[in-house]
């Protein structure tokens, strides 16, 4: 949401429940923006946390700071290193692709011809099979 992760649980991911949900839903209506965007450190731990991560949601408004550097071992642009991953390495292991869902506030950067910096990085991050980049605003 700005230049650090903020985990909703602080104990890691815990399981869908009524008051999980509860929990969720709360600590979404308190967040502020601030700072930049900076998804990528929190996108590729999870990505790499195969044993305990199965579902990211990644809320953002802006465009990154950068668009490349080092994730699970491998330097480049981020969303081309993600999908790498997920799609040839995570998809083979038994917990399957990190689903990896995204929401773009105000402008739509799901779809680089929505916007007029023609970015659509929450777009390509989530191109898995289950995943999807959904677009809320005007």
Known sequence: FNSYNYPL???GPQILTQSTKSQ????IDQLRPGGGTNPWNGLCSALGDDKNVGQVILLSDGIPNRYSG???GKSGNYSDII???NRNIRSKKDSGELIIDSISFFHNFCDKNQNPWRRDWLGRISEGKQSKCTHVGS
């Open 9 to 11: 649980f602080s104990g």
């Open 70 to 72: 080092s994730c699970l």
């Open 24 to 27: 969720a839903i709360r600590w």
């Open 83 to 85: 999908n790498d991953y």
